[in-house]
Nanobody, 124 residues
């Protein structure tokens, strides 16, 4: 059974940086598309970023483009989300996800594996 476990969340002031990690255990999912989503209180889960199996192709939500960077290390079965220039609107629970879609989907329904989430809070 595959498990995804996020870490690295916390409280940060606006303008600061955080790096989220998502470690995978159980079996290798190096051929999966990996993604990050987030959900703020009272809002739907929204797409943040996705990366293909090789790491050469990425996709970002417009709201984080230029500030966040997604990456992966298949040898370590881990993906990352580097978040810079954080804003209070980035406050949410962040989830990592994995799917077998042939493209970098922004829809949660295309991801079959999910982590439990990690809280990111950005203060003004």
């Amino acid at each position: 059974q595959v498990q995804l476990v996020e870490s690295g969340g916390g409280l940060m002031q606006a303008g600061g940086s955080l790096r989220l990690s998502c470690a995978t255990s159980g079996r290798s999912i190096s051929r999966y598309v990996m993604g990050w989503f987030r959900q703020a209180p009272g809002k739907e889960r929204e797409f943040v970023a996705a990366i293909n199996w090789s790491g050469k192709n990425t996709r970002y939500a417009d709201s984080v483009k230029g500030r966040f960077t997604i990456s992966r290390d298949n040898a370590k079965n881990t993906q990352y989300l580097q978040m810079n220039s954080l804003k209070p609107v980035d406050t949410a629970v962040y989830y990592c996800a994995a799917g077998v879609s042939p493209y970098l989907s922004a829809s949660p329904i295309d991801y079959s594996l999910w982590g439990q989430g990690t809280q990111v809070t950005v203060s003004s």
